[in-house]
Every structure is written in C-alpha cells, then in structure tokens.
C-alpha cells in the first residue's frame, strides 16, 4: 500500500484542455512537493507546499495543500504539449516516525497531451 | 553551474554479479541521496549522505550499500544482484542535509543510471 496515492495513473488528453492530478494520503506531512520527470531525466521540483489551505501558482499551474495537510492537487489551465511528462507528488512526514527525514513519493502520474 | 552527474548512464549485468554507481553533486553540495525507480514501486528512498556519514536509509536489504567521498562524491553499491534490483538508480544532491535543512532544502536530482539484471 502506498503512503501517498497518486490519480489518475495516466492521463492523455489534447492541447489546450485542464487537468488536475490529486495526490492523497491519510497521513499527515509537514510539507509536500510536486515534480516534473521527462524520459531520460530526473525529476525537477515545481513547487513545495507547508501550509496546509496553501495555494501557489506557477504560470499555468496551480498547486493546492489540504487543510489538514493530508492530500494535494495539481491544476493544469490551457495544457500544452510541452507539459508532457510524469508529475510526481513527494511528502515529508513530521517528526516522530521512522520515516522521518525521508522523502516519501506517489506513484507518478503520467501526463500526455496532444497537439 | 553543472548539475548532479552520474556515471554509467546504462548498465547491464547478470544476476549474481556486482555494481557500483557514481554520483558527483552540484558543486558546494555535501548531501547525496540515492533513489531507485521501478515502474511497480515507484520512487523509493535508499540512503543520504552528508559530510561522509550515512544519515538516513530506507528499507532495503544490506545488499545495497553506499558511501561518501570526501569531495562530496557519492558511490553506491549492489551485491549479489537480482533480476528485481533492476531500475533506474537516481542520486539528488542538496546544500543541507535532507528535510533537516527544512522543506525549501532542494534536492536536484541527476539523470539516473539505468540498471539492467540479466
């Protein structure tokens, strides 16, 4: 079971639509981060949330921290192809647990969008 | 500034065999995490690294195993392979150690190095 699950798995949809991708967990993390992964790349951070209620935008896209800081969401407006990618969601649980000072990630979701 | 390199970029081994992996962090970086990535498990935490000394690890067997240097280069290792350990191996590097240099402690991570167990 994972700590952090990751909707959908796959999303393949045509240029110019929305999107959002939900990261849920029924744990509590201090912070969570969302990346961006290409084929033949690493992830790259996009944004870290600590608040929970948190929104924070970056061009096109929207980030959001639930209130009890147990879930998360990541909004696409206007999607273009270059946004293809793997969009992984990664907690940080608080202290106190054995998985603490671990990064803990989603399975990924795996964005494909059409010209 | 150059990113998180790491070498080989492909690898093929067979089972029973070992390998070392090589990391060198961002220039000025002194902590290394190591991550390996299946398409079944997804991303999940090995190690880190800092100042040479192992500060965290996740759950997996003592076959896998790593170090630091003292320039900050990171190695890791797998004995005895198995067609399971088979995965893309990313190593991040950070200026602080982990999530204990707080949540804006960035980690960049290098492209990976694809394992492949025959």
């Known amino acids: 079971t994972q700590l952090l699950e990751q909707s959908p798995q796959f999303l393949s949809i045509q240029e110019g639509e929305n999107l959002t991708v939900y990261c849920n967990s029924s744990s509590v993390f201090s912070s969570l981060q969302w990346y961006r992964q290409e084929p033949g790349e690493g992830p790259v951070l996009l944004v870290t949330v600590v608040t929970g209620g948190e929104v924070k935008k970056l061009k096109r896209l929207t980030f959001q921290f639930g209130d009890a800081r147990k879930d998360s969401s990541l909004h696409i407006t206007a999607a273009q192809p270059g946004d293809t990618g793997l969009y992984l969601c990664a907690g940080a649980l608080p202290p106190g647990g054995t998985s603490y000072g671990k990064l803990t990630f989603g399975q990924g979701t795996i964005l494909t969008v059409h010209p | 500034k150059a990113g998180v390199t790491q070498t080989p970029r492909y690898l093929i081994k067979t089972r029973g065999q070992q390998v070392t992996l090589s990391c060198s962090p961002i220039?000025?970086?002194?902590?290394v995490s190591w991550y390996q990535q299946t398409p079944g498990q997804g991303l999940q935490f090995l190690f880190e690294?800092?100042?040479?000394?192992?500060?965290n690890k996740g759950n997996f067997p003592g076959r896998f195993s790593g170090r630091q240097f003292s320039n900050s280069r990171s190695e890791m290792n797998v004995s005895t392979l198995e067609l399971g350990d088979s995965a893309l191996y990313l190593c991040a590097s950070s200026l602080k150690p982990g999530l204990a240099g707080g949540p804006h402690n960035e980690q960049f991570f290098g492209p990976g190095t694809r394992l492949t167990v025959l």
């Open positions: 690294y800092f100042s040479e000394t192992q500060r």
């Open positions: 220039s000025g970086h002194r902590s």
